[in-house]
């Protein structure tokens, strides 16, 4: 007859619970060994970009020892010294033109008031006086010429200072002082 153990179910509960540390044990040790791992590969990331940045600094430090490089940096900073002067002289030919009263707009004006028999020869433009030289056909051209001159805001006074009469045509010339001249008697007909 065959003994009847009653503590032979515990046995086999033991051999269980063997097998579950075992895998407990075993995903333990799977977990440390990634993180191991990861770890590692995570050095060797770092290494490998602190190889690099080394590298990076080198060339730099390089470049800036490069006597080629050194002068094209000084003729950069020559080229930004020289944008900037420009600039301002920009800025400050702006303002002058702005300030200027003889201007294209005035030109403009003068020529567009020149009657049809009227043939103008030059233009002197001072400061203080504007002069005009030409020939016309007959002296009611030349009175026309003096009156739209005249209507132009920008002038203070025209006159015709000369008349004269050469080969079939009047020579002449007119003087013109600009508003903001002061006259002090002395007008300068040159």
């Known amino acids: 007859m065959s003994d009847l153990n009653f503590f032979e179910s515990y046995h086999k509960k033991n051999d269980r619970n063997l097998n579950k540390d075992f895998i407990i044990y075993g995903l333990a040790l799977l977990v440390i060994i990634g993180m191991v791992m ?19 600094k080198q060339q730099v430090e ?16 020559e080229i930004d010294e ?3 002067t420009y600039n301002q002289l920009k800025k400050l030919d702006e303002f002058i033109d702005s300030q200027d009263i003889i201007n294209e707009y005035l030109l403009d004006a003068i020529t567009s008031r020149v009657p049809e028999n009227v043939f103008l020869k030059s233009m002197i433009f001072n400061y ?18 003096q009156y739209r001159l005249a209507e132009i805001e920008y002038f203070n006074d025209v006159f015709i200072p000369a008349i004269s009469f050469e080969k ?6 007119i003087n013109i002082i600009p508003k903001g001249v002061e006259e002090d008697g002395s007008q300068d007909s040159n």
């Open 128 to 145: 203080n006086l504007i002069s005009i030289e030409g020939t016309a056909k007959d002296k009611k051209s030349i009175s026309d010429f």
């Open 62 to 77: 390089t470049k800036n020892s490069n006597e080629k490089i050194k002068a094209i940096l000084k003729k950069e900073k």
């Open 82 to 84: 020289l944008t900037k």
């Open 38 to 56: 990861y770890t590692f590969i995570n050095f060797i990331k770092i290494n490998k970009l602190t190889v690099e940045v080394t590298s990076l």
């Open 168 to 173: 079939d045509y009047y020579n002449f010339s």
